[in-house]
C-alpha cells in the first residue's frame, strides 16, 4: 500500500491554501504595486531555502459570519530559511486573506515563529502588510498584537529582529515595528500611522492624506521610525542582505568575518578635511577611507542628518560608525541626533560590535524648539549609551570639538579606550571667538579699537587652546596621530582590544533619559 | 561622491559662523512666539457646545468659560485669572482647529 493518494491529495491541498486570498485578490495586489507575501519571501530568501510551517492553522471565531470564512494561513505565512546561507525565522502578513487582517490565529503564528526565532537564536524577520486587527475577532485581535510585542521585548537586545513595512502597518500594529531593531520602508508602498487621516478628519477635522501622514519619506526623513528607504521592493531585500551580512545573528555570536581589503577610495584622506574650521565636508568620505573596500552602510540616512550611523568593516569585523557630518547644520549635535545615536550605541553594545567615533562638531544646536523638545534630556541619552557601553571605543577627533559635545561623542571621560586627534584638532571649552568674547571682555571692552582687539584675541585663543596639544598634555588623548597613519591605529587599537573585558555595577539595568 | 558643490548657507552656532547645509526639518521648524496670558487658545481641536459668557463680562478666576467638545470628552475651559472678556471669537457648534484664539482678555482697570 502507497501512500500516492494520500501525497497526491497533500499537493492539491497545498496548492489551494498557497494561493491565499486566490487569484482575484493576487490580481488586485499586484495592480497596487505590491508582490504576493509568498513571493517577497522567496526573493528575500535563498533560493528553495523557505520551509513554511502552519499552512494549514485556521481561525476558530464564530460571531460575525466568521464561521463561514475560509481563510488561507489565517492571513500569514511563517517559515525558516536562509538568507546568505545564514538561517533566519520569517514571516509575512497576507494582504491578499482579509486584507492581512490578524486573528488571534494569525498572531498565534507570529508568536511560535517568534519563540523559536529566540530558542534556536537567529534574526526574525516580519514582513508587515496588513489592515490591522480582525474586528470580527474582537478583543482576541489585541490580545494577539500584546502577545506578539511582548515576544518583540523579550527578543530585544537578544536576536536581531527586522521589520519590513510592504503595505499599511497602522493602529495597534506599528507598536512592533517600533520596538524592533531594524525597519525597512518603500517608497509608495508603506504607510504607518496609529490613527488614520479618516479618524483625524472626523475627530479632528484636520485633512492629511495617507501618504503625508505616514508614508514611507516621512519615517525615513522625519520621524526616524524607519531606518531604512528604498525605492522598490526589490531594493528593499537586497538592503536586508547586506544588513544580515554585517550584524551578529545572536548576542552570542559575532558578525560573520570576511578576507580583510584596503579601501579603495580616490581620495587622500588628508584632502579631505578643509584646514579652514568654517568650512564643511562630507564625513562619509572620511569614513570610506578607512573602512575595508570603502563599504559603509550608512542606517537612517535622511534622518538627523548633522550625525551619521553605519556599518562597516575594519580588518574584516564588522564595526560601527557614528560621525557628526559637518556637511549638514554644521555637525551640530541636537535632539534628533542624539537619539539616532544613541539607539545605535547600544544596538552595538547588545550585539558586541566595536563602535568607532569620529568627531568634528562645533556644539549643541542652540534655539527655543530644541530646548522646549528637550535637548537636555535626549543629549544625556547619548552620554548615558557611551558610558554604559562595555564594547571596545575607540575616537578620533578629526577636527572640532567644544564643550558638551567634546564629552558626548565618546571622550575618554565616558571610557573611550582609545582617544586619537588629528593635528587640526580644536578641543576646547567653547569655539575660539565664544570663549575669546568672553575671557578676555575687559581687555576688548577698554581697548581703542575693539574688533581689533577681539580679533588679536582670538587669535591668541586659537594658537593657545584649540589645538589637541593641551589635551595630549593633560593625557586626555592618548596620542596626535597624522591621518594617513588613522586606519593602522584603529586596526591596531581592534586588534589590542579584542578580549575586552570590562563590567558595569550589579543591576538590573539603569534609568536611561528615555 | 558628489560631482556638483551644493549650495552651502551661513550657520551660526555660538559665536562662528559655518558653511553648511540645512535640514528641511530644521527649516520647517516653528519660531517661538511669545504667548500672551490674556490669549485664550485651543489646545486641541473640537466643537464649541457652549459659551458662558458675553463680552464685558468682568468674570473671576476657575469661573467656566466654555465646553469644548474634543476626544469624546466635554473639556471645561475655566477663566485662568479675573479679568473682563474683551473678545468671543467662536460661537456654539462651531468647530475650531488647534491654537484658535477662542476669548481674548484684557486686565480689569485697577481701582
Not at chain 1, 497576507?94 to 534574526?123: C, E, N, W
Request: include cysteine; glycine fraction near 8%; charged fraction near 25%.
Amino acid at each position: 500500500m502507497t501512500l500516492k493518494k494520500n501525497i497526491l491529495a497533500l499537493r492539491q491541498k497545498k496548492a489551494i491554501v498557497e494561493k491565499g486570498g486566490g487569484d482575484k485578490a493576487i490580481e488586485k495586489q499586484v495592480a497596487m504595486g505590491k508582490m504576493t507575501a509568498r513571493d517577497r519571501i522567496l526573493a528575500l530568501l535563498d533560493v528553495d531555502s523557505f520551509h513554511e510551517y502552519d499552512l494549514f492553522v485556521e481561525h476558530e471565531e464564530r460571531n460575525f459570519g466568521m464561521a463561514s470564512k475560509e481563510l488561507a494561513g489565517d492571513g500569514v505565512i511563517t517559515g525558516t530559511g536562509t538568507i546568505s546561507g545564514a538561517p533566519i525565522c520569517i514571516y509575512a502578513q497576507d494582504f491578499t486573506v482579509m486584507g492581512g487582517s490578524l486573528g488571534l490565529k494569525h498572531a498565534r503564528k507570529i508568536t511560535k515563529i517568534m519563540d523559536h526565532a529566540l530558542r534556536m537564536k537567529v534574526p526574525c524577520i516580519g514582513i508587515n502588510d496588513s489592515g490591522g486587527a480582525r474586528i470580527q475577532e474582537g478583543i482576541s485581535a489585541l490580545a494577539g498584537y500584546g502577545e506578539i510585542f511582548y515576544r518583540n521585548t523579550m527578543s530585544s537586545g537578544v536576536i536581531p529582529q527586522i521589520s519590513v513595512i510592504l503595505g499599511p502597518c497602522a493602529g495597534g500594529a506599528v507598536y512592533s515595528p517600533a520596538l524592533t531593531d531594524f525597519v525597512f520602508v518603500v517608497e509608495n508602498i508603506s504607510k504607518m500611522f496609529i490613527t488614520g487621516p479618516n479618524v483625524i478628519e472626523t475627530v479632528l477635522g484636520e485633512k492629511i492624506s495617507q501618504e503625508d501622514l505616514g508614508g514611507a519619506r516621512v519615517h525615513a526623513e522625519i520621524t526616524g521610525n524607519a531606518h531604512f528607504y528604498a525605492l522598490s521592493e526589490m531594493e528593499c531585500f537586497d538592503q536586508i542582505k547586506e544588513l544580515i551580512s554585517l550584524i551578529p545573528h545572536s548576542n552570542q555570536q559575532k558578525a560573520v568575518s570576511v578576507e580583510p581589503k584596503e579601501p579603495k577610495s580616490l581620495k587622500n584622506i588628508e584632502n579631505i578635511i578643509p584646514a579652514d574650521p568654517k568650512q564643511p565636508y562630507d564625513v562619509r568620505e572620511v569614513i570610506h577611507a578607512l573602512t575595508d573596500d570603502s563599504k559603509f552602510l550608512e542606517i537612517h540616512e535622511l534622518w538627523a542628518a548633522n550625525i551619521v550611523i553605519g556599518f562597516g568593516r575594519l580588518n574584516g569585523e564588522t564595526i560601527g560608525f557614528v560621525a557628526n557630518q559637518p556637511m549638514y547644520l554644521a555637525g551640530v549635535l541636537d535632539c534628533d541626533a542624539s537619539d539616532k545615536a544613541a539607539r545605535f550605541i547600544l544596538y552595538c553594545d547588545a550585539f558586541n560590535i566595536p563602535i568607532v567615533t569620529l568627531e568634528d562638531m562645533p556644539g549643541y544646536l542652540p534655539g527655543v524648539d530644541q530646548e522646549h523638545a528637550g535637548v537636555i534630556r535626549h543629549g544625556a541619552k547619548m552620554l548615558y549609551a557611551y558610558s554604559e557601553a562595555t564594547v571596545p571605543k575607540i575616537t578620533v577627533i578629526l577636527r572640532k570639538a567644544y564643550g558638551g559635545g567634546y564629552i558626548a561623542m565618546n571622550s575618554r571621560h565616558l571610557g573611550a579606550d582609545f582617544m586619537f586627534a588629528w593635528p587640526g584638532a580644536e578641543i576646547a571649552v567653547m569655539g575660539p571667538e565664544g570663549a575669546a568674547n568672553i575671557i578676555f571682555r575687559k581687555e576688548i571692552m577698554e581697548a581703542e579699537d575693539e574688533d581689533a582687539m577681539r580679533q588679536q584675541k582670538v587669535q591668541e585663543y586659537i594658537e593657545k587652546f584649540a589645538n589637541p596639544f593641551v589635551a595630549a598634555s593633560k593625557g586626555y588623548i592618548d596620542a596626535v596621530i597624522e591621518p594617513s597613519e588613522t586606519r593602522e591605529l584603529l586596526l591596531h587599537a581592534l586588534e589590542v582590544s579584542k578580549n575586552k573585558d570590562d563590567h558595569r555595577p550589579a543591576k538590573k539595568h539603569g534609568i536611561p533619559p528615555f | 561622491m558628489q560631482t556638483e558643490k551644493p549650495e552651502y548657507v551661513d550657520f551660526a552656532v555660538t559665536a562662528r559662523k559655518y558653511k553648511t547645509l540645512l535640514t528641511k526639518k530644521y527649516q520647517n521648524r516653528k519660531q517661538w512666539v511669545n504667548p500672551s496670558p490674556y490669549d485664550i487658545q485651543s489646545i486641541i481641536p473640537g466643537t464649541i457646545l457652549s459659551v458662558f459668557v458675553k463680552e464685558g463680562d468682568v468674570v473671576n478666576e476657575g469661573a467656566p468659560l466654555l465646553i469644548l467638545e474634543a476626544m469624546k470628552m466635554q473639556n471645561r475651559i475655566e477663566m485662568p485669572f479675573t479679568a473682563r472678556i474683551k473678545k468671543i471669537n467662536v460661537e456654539v457648534g462651531v468647530r475650531i482647529p488647534r491654537e484658535t484664539l477662542m476669548i481674548e482678555l484684557e486686565a480689569l482697570d485697577n481701582e
